[in-house]
């Protein structure tokens, strides 16, 4: 069978980068996709990506590897099929009917489909059978009224009287619904406990009576109230739900009645991603007591208005420095660091660089992972303001963790276009020493060239960067296998240009040859201007 990436060639251009997000997200594939769609300018071509997932494939099947036609999307990982329908489901208002339609019945061609694939796929007829998934729940009328409003307050963005703009917007709304959820707690305390002043009996019937309504009350609004408050309160929910982590999700699988056959996935605490082979816990269990009593200051900080933070705030994140790498992976997981907005970057990345002593490589590694890879790799326009201030200050106090996390899987993510490379170039212009420039320089010679790689070559060659002999014999090499696939490639023969100019010291006289060959598959009107440069260099 195919690898991912050779199925993924199959696409359109402009479908690509959607897919790859879906392929490499992990448990947040389908978030992150949701984010690339809405960012996605014009129409999307659902019609093109659907006939393409849904065109049969040859494929060799069972130990006998037998030959057998399928639909292409029945080819690819579980955790890409997962995530699929996850977004699919969020997004299933904007798809064509018949595009739905096609893509049930090509999934409906693999029986070897897990559980987990099932099942979304149930919701997903639902959504074609009633238009909304979340019709089909039995809710009381009260129960129902709560989660229209709730539902409204998410479409409108309501601040919720927070003042504080779009950023305490989402922030806003979670803030008051855990007072509302601290306050219910507290007065089902305080009816169980009672008066001290009042008489035993007529104490006693008034609490039996009071606590009663407070039971009838549960029984009203049923289980499914509790459901949607584990998922506004509890951290990771939407994790386990595949990367879609809505009340339509959820509900339409407690209404189906296949949450029986996924017992075991919502009960357990950890998920293996898909191909990853790592564990990604979604608990803080595992987290050692004192470590795990910050955790809600920390959430706090997060959710606060950090402009007006207090002085205190950088002795909570001390945490960090007490955290082996495992703990502190767990700990950018449990409080999603990954979906901090990018207007509480800047003050959070302020609070993490006043921390003192300075963070370890692993914890800064692992923060800068967390805080800025997902939110790079999604973008389809400049890095706003937010982003590249937090990224920059960032990665200029942590230059090596930030090259190892952030720059290198830039640069190996397969469908990096020239926004993510520019960002890249901007990083290595502002934040960079010349020591990092050849570490970043070593990560660009072990990834697949294309145009906007080569412009971050030419950033590097433009800072002078000092190259041993084996990184310059291995450069040589590369400048030659690729000479004939950016032979109409303007960028690609400035660069050639630049190493010409800038680093003749280095040509041997075994360079020289090897230049020439590729210059003479060279086809712009810069060739001449090429071989003569070439010429006037003097052998070593």
Known sequence: MEGPGCLLERFEKSHRLLLQTLMSGGSTGASLALKVFQRSRGGFNWGGLVSTLTREEPCLEGEAHSLAVKPLVCLFPVAFKRNLLAFLHRTHATVPRVCLLDLVRSFQQDPKSDSWVQALLGVLNRDLESGDAAASIQLTSECQQRVKLLSEKIR?????????????????????????????????????????????????????????????????????????????????????????????????????????????????????????????????????????????????????????????????????????????????????????????????????????????????????????LSKVLSLTEPASRFLMTAVTSFCSRYPRPSCCSLIGPILQAQFAGSVQMELVCRLIEDCLDPEHYMLVFGQVLSVPWSEEVLSVIHTLLDRKVALSPDQFEQFIDRLSQQAAHFSKSMKFAKLVLAVLTKHQSSVTVTHKNTLACSLALNETFLKKCLQAALKRIAAV
């Not at 987290?287 to 208005?305: G, M, N, Q």
């Open 156 to 372: 409108a963005g309501s601040e919720l009287g927070t003042g504080r703009g779009p950023r305490g917007r989402w922030m806003g709304y979670f803030n008051a619904h855990s007072e509302n959820y601290r306050k219910r707690k507290s007065d089902t305390v305080g009816l169980t406990q009672g008066s001290a002043s009042d008489s035993e009996d007529g104490g006693s019937q008034s609490k039996k009576q009071k606590v009663a309504n407070v039971g009838d009350t549960a029984v009203h609004c049923g289980t499914e109230e509790k459901a949607a408050e584990e998922i506004l309160d509890g951290p990771v929910l939407d994790e386990r739900l595949g990367g879609a982590g809505d009340c339509g999700l959820l509900g339409g699988l407690m209404a189906s009645g296949e949450s029986e056959k996924l017992q075991p996935s919502l009960a357990s605490v950890s998920l293996v991603s898909e191909g990853q082979g790592t564990s990604k816990t979604g608990s803080v269990g595992e987290l050692p007591d004192r470590i795990r009593s910050y955790f809600p200051k920390l959430r706090e900080l997060l959710e606060s208005d950090m402009e007006k933070s207090e002085p205190g705030s950088s002795e909570d994140l001390q945490v960090l420095n007490e955290c082996d790498p495992a703990q502190v992976a767990l700990l950018c997981s449990v409080l999603r660091l990954s979906e901090v907005p990018e207007q509480v970057l800047p003050q959070f990345c302020t609070v993490l660089l006043a921390l003192s002593p300075d963070l370890s490589c692993s914890t800064a590694a692992e923060l800068a992972r967390s805080l800025f």
